[in-house]
């Protein structure tokens, strides 16, 4: 018995799939072992991946091997793939968002599904979004008082300055990327960091806003504010026209007796702030993703392998490290996204 990888999707997203599975091959051989070992990795196309998926996972029961399946086709196409894929493989990890809107929320909740699926906010996945949320459930900083998420882009900027070329994208065609940009692409990692460590969101508003948009579906720039079950709130500003940043990612949680900051862009330290004095909490174990030392982390490609890790020891029945995003939080979440007011 070994494990068979179905990659749906080549973009960047399945190429990032793809290099953190051969990656935890070699970084985690428990966990190699006790999956019998990696079969194959299978690459579906968009336009026949049906007619695949049925062939390879039919070949994979017959082989008494489980399949894993990585969905990392256009947004728009995320949910109908769950549904086609959740009966005939073991373990599905879909990359964000999962749905485009309401009706797809609902025909997923109605599936009654039977097999684990995780979904990639690998942002939720680092050690500093972890020792944030480790920090808050001990009181370190007191009672919350706000959290905030600043994601900062400015593809679309660079774009109309002719900084880069403009390329036609899946994202140009509302029926493959759904109705927006910014709210579907990266509002959701904003998301997910201030529902793990405020709780459930009960609402949100804002503001959508199109600034050199070329398409008239795809928001440039987001502004909102959230309100957690129990009264607190959290604020987030979410943009790809942010003049001076490529990809900033930062988050900051205030308390009544301290603060807690984190920056993507240094993801093995926290800033812990009380009173007008800073202290610099690092990094200091090997035991995170693929087994980097601190300062030495693989950005991106880290929070993918700590959620296919965590999630592939759990189908093996190893002890795991920490839980990985489920498809029911996100789609609560984004089905307050969804009723938001813009």
Known sequence: ??????????????????????????????LVQALGGWSATHWLSRENYRGQLQTLA?????????SVL????????????????????????????????LKQIQALRSLGLNIPISVMHGYRATWGVSYIKDQLEKGVIGEIVDAEVRYL??????????????????????????????????????????VTLLGPAERIGGVRQFALTQKDHRDTHVVATVRHVGGK?????????????????????????GSLEWSFQNPDQVCVGQGSRVELVRRASNDWALGFPPFH?????????????????????????RAVPTLGEHLDYMEILFQGEF
Not at 76 to 98: M, N, Q, S, T, W
Not at 162 to 176: E, I, M, N
Request: glycine share 8%; with cysteine.
């Open 297 to 321: 982390g693989g950005g991106w490609i880290d929070g993918y392998a700590e959620i296919l890790k965590s999630g592939l020891r759990s189908l093996a029945k190893l002890p795991t490290h």
């Open 58 to 66: 039919s070949s994979s029961r017959a082989s008494s091997n489980r």
């Open 1 to 30: 018995m070994a494990i068979d990888f179905f990659i749906l999707g080549r973009g960047l997203s399945g190429q990032t799939f793809a290099k953190a599975l051969a990656a935890l091959e070699v970084a985690d051989p428990e």
């Open 233 to 257: 709130p959290s604020f987030l500003r979410v943009s790809k026209i942010e003049h001076g940043h490529v990809n900033e990612l930062r988050l900051r949680v205030l308390g009544t007796a």
């Open 153 to 194: 882009q400015s593809s679309v900027a660079q774009e109309k300055l002719g900084q880069r070329p403009r390329r036609s994208s899946w994202k140009d065609d509302p029926q493959l990327s759904g109705l927006g940009d910014v709210i579907l692409d990266i509002v959701p990692h904003a998301l997910d960091l201030v």
């Open 70 to 101: 990585c969905i990392a086709n256009p947004h728009g196409l995320h949910a109908e793939a769950i549904l086609e894929a959740h009966r005939i493989v073991d373990y599905i990890f879909c990359e964000k968002p999962a749905v485009t809107d």
